[in-house]
T-cell receptor, first 114, second 112 residues
Framework: DTAVSQTPKYLVTQMGNDKSIKCEQN?????MYWYKQDSKKFLKIMFS???????INETVPNRFSPKSPDKAHLNLHINSLELGDSAVYFC?????????????FGNGTRLTVT | KQEVTQIPAALSVPEGENLVLNCSFT??????LQWFRQDPGKGLTSLLL?????REQTSGRLNASLDKSSGRSTLYIAASQPGDSATYLC???????????FGGGTRVLVKP
């Protein structure tokens, strides 16, 4: 009955590889997000999708490509991984246009690029 | 550009003491402010959300206040317990759109 679930929990890979992180929410929300938390614990938004449409793209390299097959899923594909991509990636969801709708977060995917 | 700051970065208190966590933001044009808790290796759990028109929100031992004009919010945790040990983050939502801007968090340790 997990609200926002993302897989895998841990991902260790080498530079240059391509990898994907999946996210699903069963809250009936229509907006989903990807956030990146760096080693200093700062959380920064990367993307936001509303009903499968991109609404926020925060100057993220083109190597990162989100895909939203439906409003309950938002996957993140990363090409040509670099050392600086190592971080914890969090998926979140909320109701768009509802200002009192809090964000619900998944448990994160710890990506380590070697 | 909105900037959110949380001071101190870390805080240690004995069990039973009240906790006071500070959050400041540079742009007062916000829709709402949200306080989260993050446990090690876990995601964020929403604690309280304060609308821009509200002055405070309460949930159990937690009380969050908002002073938009001065760009400040304070999270009070009464009678702290070891289980309150975690990192607490505040985040503000812009007046337009749904982007949340996070502070760097305050890491709290409550000693038994």
């Amino acid at each position: 009955d997990t609200a926002v679930s993302q897989t895998p929990k841990y991902l260790v890979t080498q530079m240059g590889n391509d990898k994907s992180i999946k996210c699903e929410q069963n809250l009936g929300h229509d907006t989903m997000y990807w956030y990146k938390q760096d080693s200093k614990k700062f959380l920064k938004i990367m993307f936001s999708y509303n009903n499968k449409e991109l609404i926020i793209n925060e100057t993220v390299p083109n190597r990162f490509s989100p895909k939203s097959p439906d409003k309950a899923h938002l996957n993140l594909h990363i090409n040509s991984l670099e050392l600086g991509d190592s971080a914890v990636y969090f998926c979140a969801s909320s109701l768009y246009g509802t200002d009192n709708s809090p964000l619900h977060f998944g448990n994160g995917t710890r990506l380590t690029v070697t | 550009k909105q900037e959110v700051t949380q001071i101190p970065a870390a805080l240690s208190v004995p069990e039973g003491e009240n906790l006071v966590l500070n959050c400041s933001f540079t742009d007062s044009a916000i829709y709402n402010l949200q306080w989260f808790r993050q446990d090690p290796g876990k995601g964020l759990t929403s604690l309280l959300l304060i609308q821009s028109s509200q002055r405070e929100q309460t949930s159990g031992r937690l009380n969050a206040s908002l002073d938009k004009s001065s760009g400040r919010s304070t999270l009070y945790i009464a009678a702290s317990q070891p289980g309150d040990s975690a990192t607490y983050l505040c985040a503000v939502r812009k007046a337009a759109g749904n982007k949340l801007t996070f502070g760097g968090g305050t890491r709290v340790l409550v000693k038994p």
